[in-house]
Nanobody, 116 residues
């Protein structure tokens, strides 16, 4: 099995930046693609960005294009999300996702709060 642990959330004013990290442990050699999702209060969970095992970013949400950057370090078993020019609309719980042997694995999430 694969376990995921996110870190880096917090509170920031609009226009600020945060960097989220997700550390994978366990059977990390089974991990393929990874992604960040978010869920805002009262809204459905949405995909923020994906990244392939070959470190190719894909499928940025339209609302974050040009502001967020997903990256990955396979040696460290980590995937990061650099978030710049944050706005109140980015307030959400951000969760890391990993595809492992055809199954989906989720972290507990880290909360991001952006004040106007």
């Amino acid at each position: 099995q694969v376990q995921l642990a996110e870190s880096g959330g917090g509170s920031v004013q609009a226009g600020g930046s945060l960097r989220l990290s997700c550390l994978a442990s366990g059977k990390t050699w089974t991990i393929g693609g990874m992604a960040w999702y978010r869920q805002a209060p009262g809204k459905e969970r949405e995909l923020v960005a994906r990244i392939t095992r070959g470190k190719i970013p894909r499928d940025y949400a339209d609302s974050v294009k040009g502001r967020f950057t997903i990256s990955r370090d396979n040696d460290k078993n980590m995937v990061d999300l650099q978030m710049d020019n944050l706005g109140p609309g980015d307030t959400a719980v951000y969760c890391c996702y990993a595809s492992s042997s055809g199954l989906g694995c989720w972290g507990q999430g880290t909360r991001v709060t952006v004040s106007a």
